[in-house]
């Protein structure tokens, strides 16, 4: 008998595959087309086993689609620009480029001994010039497009970075790299108009019936539809050029409860009226700095400063409201402007109750209820209340109602009109870095700014640079930025800004259809494999890149680079959950945590006998060292112990957690199929019963069924549950060498996506044709399915006496006849008669006695 040795086996099976070219993927009209792909990974050095759970769920889906006759593409790339590379260039005085192709190199080494389906003939980084090339020519035909554009923004900046920052990576008003205080700047910004999007994007999730529910709410949410007012207050005094304040409000029947205006430090009445007053300057600088996010701004301590202006209450003229420059509300929302309405807001009531302002209820609990409040009263817009001050004939209405009653008031009265509105803003794309897609525009003192010409790309970054200062090494290059106009052939400065990394993966999808083509994409094979059939991925990209990756197909669609079939990208999205693992730490002589490896770690110690404190399982991180190397696995149990693992200790949604013990029982497992295999191939022996065949082929049966079902709904599992059921029937069975070697067959089938390399080994040593890779799938016979017979609990009032086993068919009085002959049933009866047989057909017998 052989023995189990992956080393040998994988690498044979590699090769194989590679020889064959099994995983290339052509273009071909005889197959139906299947497209699966993860995420790409980021080259940060290495990968762990949350990488290798991952692309293991794509690569079973793959394999399995190969089998049942389709035509598979399953490629893989490198989403490799960003700050990261120019951080590590900076902390080690090298460069962005060797540093991220290095990565690549050591990720993609560790990554091939996985034995992944993927066709390495497309493999592309982002940060190849001939895929930022083609980013380039895209951005073009988008700015010819008007999808593009360009203008002055209140944006966040990083002055450590000196970075533009989106909003996600500003934490506790922190830069998410630097941890320096982030800044409110205006800075001329490119823009791409997503927000003309919003409401189509928004209608097209209420199709995606293959994506998660909370993966469609939170972008639903992102976008944020909404239904409200706009008027304007009229301003009374106010600097010349501003006589009116714009508000949108979602609650026009609150207007009757407003007792103050508020404006954002950037709107243009508060930076035309800090030229004149310096304390304003000030407080506006001052909340510049401060958070930059709406969600960090509720928690804020909020902030005013009275302007010592008023406004005019559109119904109640003898009404005079006090203008306030306020820290809680941003410009890019809404009009940057708003009535506070501190009755029905709490961070309203807090302003209010800062400022000694009125509290103004407009709607209350009921009629009798105390006008005066102790916090904001904001009821669901679902729930019936009373209106004190609203805007309709019914005091008892809910929120909906009053709002739309409101809002048909104001219309009817020329104060405002009902407005949509999304919260969705446009995708601020300029970033202050070197590491990045530039941006292919020129600015010429002639012409102004002039796109690149495309025979000129791709612009490309240029590998002299420094980082020995902060800022972008692009705007101190001494030749770099000197161009030539495009328009007037003078002489012209380049950009220098660069792209959002968010640009790069937000269309990777459509590129790796025809990776090397001279346009960005070759129109006849998007046809063919777009869309992308299966996603997979973490649920940290639920908005933005799934959300920009939908823009940018509807953007490449009307520049003519995709098909109008393809501008819903994704038709099926999968969020896989994260693979933990304990964090081993001790403390230094200042009470600080060190992080320890876990292969340091043994019984609870260093090497040093240094105890180690245990925290519970969390993602794996490499700044807290609880990271797994898979490099470090395959080489001590091999690759297929690794994918098995991961997919079979919990549903793939949710999290799994890596223990050196359940590694080790899903080897001794795979060394098991092997020997079972390995027996049943070099036996020669026929006896057996006829029974015990049609025993064994049935549970082949079922197990082909439900191992199809549970690859097809991601119950990965649920899969491997059922695989070491059968192997354990299997190893049990007197059914003869002819059924044996046939359920043999079927086992190395159904484990072939789980665990490739074994698959094929056990295939071969049965016998089987070609590779397993490329096997037709097992199909279940339907009829094998249904058993014969059926086994029923016979109870004799009420008590469960024993069991009989009838035909799945038999007739009432047969199932009866045997129940009653049971030797329980006859001691019971006494040679009486019974008094009622209960028979309920393929369930139960109760014999009344």
Known sequence: MSRYSPAEIEARWQDAWEQASVFRAVRSEDKPKYYVLEMFPYPSGRIHMGHVRNYTMGDVIARHRIATGHNVLHPMGWDAFGMPAENAAMASGGHPKDWTYGNINDMRAQMKPLGLSIDWSREFATCDPEYYGQQQALFLDMLEAGLVYRKNAVVNWDPVD???????????????????????????????????????????????????????????????????????????????????????????????????????????????????????????????????????????????????????????????????????????????????????????????????????????????????????????????????????????????????????????????????????????????????????????????????????????????????????????????????????????????????????????????????????????????????????????????????SRFFARAMHITGHLPASAVEPFDALFTQGMVTHEIYQTRDARGRPVYHLPEDVSDGRLADG?????????????????????????????????????????????????????????????????????????????????????????????????????????????????LYAFTATLSKSGAGTGAKRQAARALAQLMAPMTPHLAEELWHMLGGDGLVATAPWPKADPSMLVDDTVTLPVQINGKRRGEITVAQDAAKDAVEETALALDAVQRALDGAAPKKVIVVPGRIVNVVV
């Not at 005079?320 to 420059?325: I, K």
């Not at 001050?389 to 109602?401: I, K, L, N, Y």
């Not at 994918?643 to 949710?654: G, M």
């Open 162 to 548: 000196m970075t533009v920052l989106a909003n996600e990576q500003v934490i506790d008003g922190k830069g998410w790299r630097s941890g320096a205080e982030v800044e409110r700047r205006e800075l001329t910004q490119w823009f791409f108009r997503i927000s003309d999007m919003a409401g189509e994007l928004l209608d097209a999730l209420g199709d995606l019936d293959d994506w998660p529910a909370k993966v469609r709410l939170m972008q639903e949410n992102w976008i944020g539809k909404s239904r409200g007012l706009q008027f304007s207050f009229s301003l009374i005094g106010g600097p010349e050029g501003f006589d009116r304040v714009e508000v949108y409000t979602t609650r026009p029947d609150t207007l009757m409860g407003a007792s103050f205006i508020g404006i954002s430090p950037d709107h243009p009445l508060a930076r035309r009226l800090e030229e004149e007053d310096d304390a304003l300057a000030t407080f506006n600088a001052e909340c510049r700095r401060g958070a930059t996010t709406a969600e960090a701004l509720e928690t804020a301590e909020k902030r005013g400063y009275d302007t010592g202006l008023r406004v005019r209450h559109p119904f109640d003229t003898a009404l005079e409201l006090p203008v306030y420059v306020a820290n809680f509300i941003l410009m890019d929302y809404g009009t940057g402007a708003i009535f506070g309405v501190p009755a029905h807001d709490q961070r309203d009531f807090d302003f209010a109750t800062k400022y000694d302002l009125p509290i103004i209820t407009t709607f209350m609990p009921s009629e009798d209820a105390e006008d005066a409040l102790a916090q904001a009263f904001v009821p669901p817009k679902t729930e019936r209340v009373f209106y004190n001050r609203g805007f309709a004939g019914e005091a008892w209405q809910t929120g909906d109602a009053a709002i739309d009653a409101a809002i048909a008031f104001c219309e009817a009265q020329g104060v405002g009109q009902g407005v949509t509105r999304y919260r969705l803003r446009d995708w601020g794309l300029s970033r202050q870095r070197y590491w990045g897609c530039p941006i292919p525009v020129v600015h010429c003192d002639t012409c102004g700014v002039v796109p690149e010409a495309k025979d000129n790309l791709p612009v490309r970054l240029p590998d002299d640079v420094s980082f020995d200062q902060p800022g972008n090494p692009l705007d101190r290059h001494p030749t770099w930025r000197r161009t030539t106009c495009p328009a007037c052939g003078g002489e012209a400065r380049r950009e220098t800004d660069t792209m959002d990394t968010f640009v790069d993966s937000s269309w990777y999808f459509a590129r790796f259809t025809s990776p090397r083509a001279q346009t960005p994409i070759d129109m006849a094979e998007a046809e063919y494999w777009m869309n992308v059939d299966q996603y997979i991925g973490g649920i940290e990209h639920a908005i933005l890149h799934l959300l920009y």
């Open 610 to 722: 240094s105890e180690v404190e245990v925290i519970p399982s969390a993602k794996m991180s490499k700044s807290k060292k609880n990271v797994v190397d898979p490099t470090t696995i395959i080489s001590q149990y091999g690759a297929d112990t690794a994918r098995w693992f991961v997919l079979s200790d919990s549903p793939p949604e949710r999290d799994v957690e890596w223990t050196a013990a359940g590694a080790e029982a899903a080897h001794r497992h795979l060394a098991r199929v092997h020997r079972i295999v390995s027996d049943i191939a070099a036996d020669t022996a026929e006896d057996a019963s006829p029974e015990a065949d049609e025993a064994l082929l049935r549970e082949m049966h079922k197990a082909i069924h439900d191992v199809s079902v549970g690859v097809e709904s991601f119950g990965f599992n649920a899969v491997i549950a059922r």
